[in-house]
């Protein structure tokens, strides 16, 4: 109830935010005639990127048989819902006049010819998100609908016993009805995988299609689905250290998924960093001197202490994971996903700002600094986020119940049984008379 209040006070804040946007007008913002995207469009790539790790988890992982991700899947299915949701707010509070948002839509129009126009990556944005969305919402239905029955056998008011008969939809438990779930998810897990490349790549072309200096550069779709996955990882990490331990999932979410989170984790902040050393490479390597300006300016102009924020937060940070109490160290792990977040943010200001703050012409050269409503938007679009998962954690089931009981070993007396060296959550019960199973058990093996 407490980290509800203080998220519900952070949403006030974003409709007071809002509210001053519409009724005034983009004037609030910070922005100015040379930057014209700043805070708002890194708070929108950043939002997409988190929103990455959740179809990541449930669709690829999925597909590759990996059984480690059936206790976060779910949890990391309803975090890409409301992280798309925060995102999509951006552009839509960036038009200025969101009113005619259906422009962008290829409709009828009585006054002329006024069509979408498709060439641009703006469009593309549209038609990618809205997709990815939607899929996502039907991908993380699609799991709940077994967990809702078993809620619905089990609920004892009856405005709960409705709700979750007519969440459920008739689910009984039969073998047809497990065969079509299986059928449906794989194939929502086959039209998934390639939304995970395809929407951040296409968030990236709206950068690097133009001709920006720091922005025209074929590196940038690979590089920002790598940072979509880094942030999007360690976001599911910060929310399901804490669900772990309110919840008393200690059992389920073991620590084998936290290391092997980490080192996905670390995988993908490995590759952003080949990323911002293969951009300087070809800055230098291409003998444009705009291009070189540009990352120089990066490193040592006015907001050099962003860029080095993010070259720590995202590339030396992450390297800590290759050491092994680390990397099974809650508090460690915890403390480390807010700083790759925080790093994520940065590489977004710093991608978006010091581009369009100097360009070709020194002349038109100006600085950016947020107003009161860029930053109430923002910490606004973090108290909708954690005041819709706070909710989500309350009423639905935040592990896959489902699924994570059919990878667990039982016993004929004790029910399900948990092995491996915890003392401080472990049942040590000989699996004697269980079903054998590829369980989610945490090895932490102690030298």
Known sequence: MAALAVALFFLGIFFYSVYRTL??????????????????????????????????????????????????????????????????MFPVLHMGRPWLAFYVFPLQNTLGSLWANFNSPLLWDVFAISTYFTVSLVFWYTGLVPDFATIRDRAKGPIAKVTYSLLSMGWKGSAKHWSRYETVSLILAGVSTPLVLSVHTIVSMDFATSVVPGWHTTIFPPYFVAGAI????????????????????????????????????????????????????????????FEQYAFINRATGPYWWAYWSMMTCNVITPQLVWIRRIRYSIPATFILSIIVNIGMWFERFVIIVTSLHRDYLPSSWAMFSPSWID???????LGLFFTLFLLFAKFFPVINMAEVKSVLKYTVDNGPTYTGHDPHHAVHQPATHGVPASAPVNHDKHD
């Open 23 to 88: 009724w005034y007008g983009i004037g609030e913002w910070g922005l100015n005639k040379t930057v014209g995207w700043a805070w708002d469009i890194t708070n929108f790539v950043w939002w997409v990127g988190i929103g990455h790790a959740g179809t990541l988890i449930s669709a690829v992982l999925l597909l590759f048989r990996q059984k480690w991700r059936t206790s976060i899947n779910r949890a990391a299915e309803a975090m890409t819902i409301f992280a798309v949701i925060c995102a999509a």
């Open 230 to 289: 880094f942030s999007g990882f360690a976001m599911v990490l910060t929310l399901m250290l804490i669900t772990r331990v309110v919840f008393k999932l200690e059992d389920y979410i073991t620590l084998e998924h936290i290391a092997l989170m980490n080192k996905i984790m670390m995988i993908t902040g490995s590759i952003v960093g080949v990323a911002y050393i293969t951009e300087f490479f070809i800055a230098w390597y291409s003998q444009v001197e």
């Open 375 to 381: 930053i109430g938007i923002y910490v606004g679009t």
